[in-house]
Nanobody
Framework: VQLVESGGGLVQAGESLRVSCEAS????????IGWFRQAPGKERERVAV????????FYSDSVQLRFSVSIDKAKSTAYMQMDGLSTDDTAIYYC????????????????????????WGQGTQVTVSS
């Protein structure tokens, strides 16, 4: 499985950006895509997750109501729309895949742990200027 992120860039505070995660090299239809980020000098943190099975999503408190994840199964691509960006959102954004049919309470537990993910992308840089 290969994951390729794109869409990162430089924006000003308050602006929006959409990053994408294209998956390839697999045939299974049910999976979950998680989004993580790592700011300079900080540990990687989870941001959001979406199930391809039923669209269940979870968000971290820091991005709740500002970020929105979606998935296009036909394109094997996940998206994360980021609105109201602030300088605190500056980071490398990664997507990762759980190759299981996971929804609801199971996803709520699995997405919290990085070891739940089977494949990772290389990341895309998002920089927010003040």
């Amino acid at each position: 499985v290969q994951l390729v992120e794109s869409g990162g860039g430089l924006v000003q505070a308050g602006e929006s950006l959409r990053v994408s995660c294209e998956a390839s090299g697999f045939t299974f239809e049910d999976y979950a895509i998680g989004w993580f980020r790592q700011a300079p000098g900080k540990e990687r943190e989870r941001v959001a997750v979406i199930s391809s099975s039923d669209g269940t999503t979870f968000y971290s408190d820091s991005v709740q109501l500002r970020f929105s994840v979606s998935i296009d199964k036909a394109k094997s691509t996940a998206y994360m729309q980021m609105d109201g960006l602030s300088t605190d959102d500056t980071a490398i954004y990664y997507c990762a895949l759980i190759d299981l049919q996971v929804t609801g309470p199971v996803l709520a537990r699995l997405w919290l742990t990085e070891t739940s993910y089977d494949s990772w992308g290389q990341g895309t840089q998002v920089t927010v200027s003040s």
